[in-house]
C-alpha cells in the first residue's frame, strides 16, 4: 500500500522524500568515513608532542573520533539549550496583546 501526502512542497515530490534514496545518501557517508580512515594508512605522521604516546597529535583515527566526540557533545549541549531558550507557539502574538498577525 503506497502512502502519499501530496499537501506536502505543493504536491511535487522529491528525491529525499523516498527512503530508499535516504539510505543510498546514509550508506554512501558511512564509505565516505571508511574511506578517509583507510587514508590514513597511507601516510606517515610526525608528532610534534607525545600526548598519549603521540596519538593524541595526529595518530591513527584520532581526528575522526575526535569529530565524532565533538558533534556528539555539541548535540548534546543543543538538546539543553533548547529547553532554555524555546518559546511558546504562541510567544509573538502574547507579546502584541494577542492580535492576529495580519
Known amino acids: 500500500m503506497a502512502q502519499h501526502d501530496?499537501?506536502?512542497?505543493g504536491?511535487?515530490?522529491?528525491?529525499l522524500d523516498k527512503k530508499a534514496?535516504?539510505?543510498?545518501?546514509?550508506?554512501?557517508?558511512i564509505l565516505i568515513d571508511v574511506l578517509w580512515l583507510a587514508a590514513?594508512?597511507?601516510?606517515?605522521?610526525?608528532?610534534?608532542f607525545d600526548a598519549w604516546g603521540?596519538?593524541?597529535?595526529?595518530?591513527?583515527g584520532f581526528?575522526?573520533?575526535?569529530?565524532?566526540v565533538g558533534?556528539?557533545?555539541?548535540?548534546?549541549?543543543?538538546?539543553?539549550?533548547?529547553?532554555?531558550?524555546?518559546r511558546s507557539e504562541d510567544y509573538y502574538e502574547r507579546r502584541r496583546g494577542g492580535g492576529s498577525s495580519t
Open 63 to 68: 581526528y575522526p573520533v575526535y569529530g565524532f
Open 54 to 60: 603521540g596519538w593524541a597529535d595526529g595518530g591513527f
Open 21 to 29: 534514496n535516504v539510505a543510498k545518501v546514509f550508506y554512501a557517508l
Open 71 to 86: 558533534a556528539f557533545l555539541l548535540v548534546l549541549a543543543a538538546k539543553q539549550m533548547r529547553r532554555v531558550l524555546m
Open 40 to 48: 590514513d594508512f597511507l601516510y606517515k605522521k610526525k608528532a610534534e
Open 11 to 15: 504536491g511535487r515530490s522529491y528525491w
Open 6 to 9: 501530496h499537501g506536502k512542497h
